[in-house]
């Protein structure tokens, strides 16, 4: 594959200092308060984090999709090679879909209800290109094949409501593939499905990022999906990237005290009967009035006075793995000890071999 | 989709014999003697005697039920007490003239109230939006007959410009399509025409606010599609519902515009009705009305298989 040799060049997806507020309620909100993120061409990275960890915003900030008058982004935005913050309205139009584009969570809610997933793609494609509609149903069901979509051209005259969970996230698959573009957002795309599909849904997303050479940013909390996928991770707690390194790395060695209590958080595998499932005490920080210091501070079980006064920079642990912590020796030692206790954290990684 | 449609036509059979029955009985329960429009006031008991017994009013109520409903299937709803003319070249007469200003009055109406309602829908809480609002507001709670009568002032008396009463220039007689019959029909349009257009600019208003705050939306942003390109998709997703408004209020128009065309003396059933109710003319009446409650309803029916193409959700089965 011919991406490989120019993954290493200039990332695709380049995120410098990114801030965005919204400015609707009461207070302004800081959502996202200084992301960094590069994506090489043909790699994907895995956004995890809880709710209101900023991830879904950092995503669709990518395609500026938040409400203009009400938001305010800073930073700089760039894929593959257009200044996204700069962009004019009608060059944002073009931008969207064409370059980037964004398979959603619940595919029912994020389609056209009285317009068939065929009319959908094709529109999608008429946008971008001067194509005749008989042409462009063609490519259309072509896509429909390439995301297995079985006896497509009956789907293709199908309603969203008249499809399967499955079947509709394929579709709008498709719809994000119809203009060709070079890298995929996908916004907790299997969240709303059935545990077997959701695995369907991840291969096949593997699959077709392989095929077609995409950079794919892909939002979760779910670390078992995220793992399938992503060939990197990158941790967010209220609105930084708060660790961030090769999928392996993070998942063997997580240095952020976080990364490590999602891990401890997640219900399946070691699961004994009769054990409490652990949690994370407390509540992530209000995004209205954040702490001077380091924001899950005051959930952390290795909390220090340092860790009040400023904001932790992110210290580098080689390999491209870093993360925003004074602790990260703390971290790393819990992991080595609760590895010598019971062997389960290996069975985060049987995935990822 | 024919099978559907049989159905739901199926369905309307009870409906019009119920509304048939209720009709007639409303009209019977009411006090007051039908025959004395007609009798002379020192008619003899015997003349009385005579003449009900020639419209059939002294036979019990159900039989008289019976015998009206058996012959209005037949198309035949009995004769006008006072003019003596068949009701149903009268009804039929009437309809022609109410169809005619309801469906003017519902398009000035629908366009008129879709236009606000997009509007204030789409630049919802800015200064469009309260000002389309205030309108429909005030289209929907000023009474029209007297907004009939200030029109009338305005344009008629003071203006010159419209005719204030009448269907045409010889007074009620044959409609033409020119300039000469439309002029009269411009000012009762528009007068009946300000409840629709409020009902709908509120409906379309709350329908494309709520569209618009739908997901769909971003994702139809999120493929590159322009302001215009997202408008279409609005406009198809609002379509059903407003339809559906528009369809009920043109139904309400053809039967509750007795107070307008009063006032214009607009030869429609409203001006037929009311001269029904005055004349205690009962045949009239009950005719006018059945013929009305079937407007509504094939209306009604119209409206939900127009609903049923245009929303691929609503199942047909």
């Given amino acids: ?28 909100v800081s959502a996202v308060n200084g992301v960094d993120l590069s994506v090489a061409r043909g790699e994907t990275v895995a956004l995890i984090g809880e709710s209101g960890s900023g991830k879904s915003v950092t995503l669709r900030s990518l395609l500026r999709l938040h409400p203009e008058r009400r938001t305010r982004i800073e930073g700089r935005i760039e894929v593959a090679g257009e200044d996204v913050l700069a962009l004019g309205s009608r060059a944002l139009a073009d931008y969207r879909g064409r370059v980037a584009s964004m398979i959603f969570q619940e595919p029912l809610l994020a389609l056209d209800p009285v317009y068939t997933v065929g009319q959908q793609i094709v529109e999608s494609i008429r946008r971008h290109e001067r194509i005749s509609p008989a042409e462009a149903r063609k490519r259309a069901l072509e896509l429909f094949e390439r995301v297995r979509i079985p006896s497509p051209e009956r789907r293709l005259d199908a309603y969203p409501h008249e499809m399967s969970g ?55 909390h779910d670390m078992g999906a995220a793992v399938e996928v992503a060939d990197r991770f990158a941790v967010m707690y209220a609105g930084r990237i708060v660790e961030e390194g090769p999928t392996r790395e993070v998942i063997r060695n997580p240095r952020h005290p976080y990364t490590l209590a999602l891990m401890q958080a997640r219900a399946d595998g070691a699961m004994e009967k009769g054990a409490r499932l652990a949690s994370i005490p407390g509540a992530p920080p209000d995004l209205a009035q954040l702490p001077t210091g380091c924001a899950f501070a005051e959930r952390c079980t290795f909390v220090q006075p340092a860790c009040l006064q400023s904001r932790p920079e992110a210290v580098e642990l080689g390999g491209g793995h870093r993360a925003r912590c004074l602790r990260t020796d703390a971290t790393a030692q819990a992991v080595a000890q609760s590895a010598r206790a019971t062997a389960n954290t290996s069975i985060l990684l049987t995935e990822t071999a | 989709m024919i099978f559907y449609l049989l159905r739901r036509i199926v369905y309307t059979i009870p409906i019009m014999i119920g509304v048939a029955f209720f009709c007639f009985l409303l009209v019977h329960i009411s006090p007051g003697d039908p025959l004395v429009s007609i009798l002379p006031p020192d008619a003899s008991i015997e003349l009385q005697k005579q003449l009900m017994k020639l419209y059939g009013f002294d036979r019990p109520w159900f039989e008289q039920f019976a015998t009206w409903f058996w012959r209005a299937l037949h198309g035949d709803l009995g004769t006008s007490i006072a003019s003596g003319r068949p009701v149903a070249a009268e009804v039929m007469r009437a309809v022609g003239n109410t169809l005619m200003l309801a469906c003017m009055a519902t398009l000035i109406g629908f366009l008129f109230g879709g236009l606000f309602g997009f509007v204030a829908g789409y630049f919802r809480d800015s200064w469009v939006d309260r000002i389309a609002s205030a309108l429909s507001v005030l289209g929907v709670s000023v009474p029209h007959y007297w907004l009939g009568m200030v029109l009338v002032i305005i344009f008629s008396s003071w203006l010159m410009w419209l005719p204030a009463t009448g269907a045409g220039p010889g007074g009620s007689g044959e ?143």
């Fill in chain 1, 1 to 28: 594959m011919n991406t490989a040799s120019r993954a290493d060049s200039a990332p695709i997806v380049s995120v410098r200092d990114l801030r965005v507020t919204f400015n609707g309620g009461k207070k302004p």
């Fill in chain 1, 166 to 220: 499955g079947m509709r996230q394929r579709a709008m698959i498709a719809l994000a593939l119809a203009c060709r573009p070079q890298v995929l957002l996908a916004d907790e795309p299997t969240t709303a499905l059935d545990a077997t599909v959701q695995i369907q849904i991840l291969l096949l997303l593997r699959e077709l990022q392989r095929e077609l050479g995409l950079a794919i940013v892909f939002v979760t």
């Fill in chain 2, 175 to 317: 409609w033409a399509w020119d300039w000469a019959h439309i002029q009269f029909m411009l000012l009762p349009a528009i007068t009946m025409s300000v409840i629709p257009m409020g009902i709908i600019a509120r409906t379309v208003r709350a329908l494309v606010a709520d569209i618009l705050a739908q997901e769909f939306v971003v994702g139809l942003r999120a493929k590159g599609l322009t302001d215009l390109g997202i408008f279409m998709h609005v406009v198809k997703n609002a379509a059903p519902t407003a339809l559906a408004v528009m369809g009920l209020q043109l139904g309400y128009l053809l039967g509750g515009s007795i107070l307008v065309e009063t006032v214009f003396s607009w030869p429609g059933t409203g001006l037929l009705l009311n001269s029904a109710i005055f004349q205690r003319d009962l045949p009239l009446l009950q005719g006018t009305i059945l013929v009305l409650a079937t407007f509504f309803v094939v209306l009604n029916l119209l409206v939900d298989v127009l609903q049923t193409t245009l929303d691929p959700r609503i199942q047909r089965s």
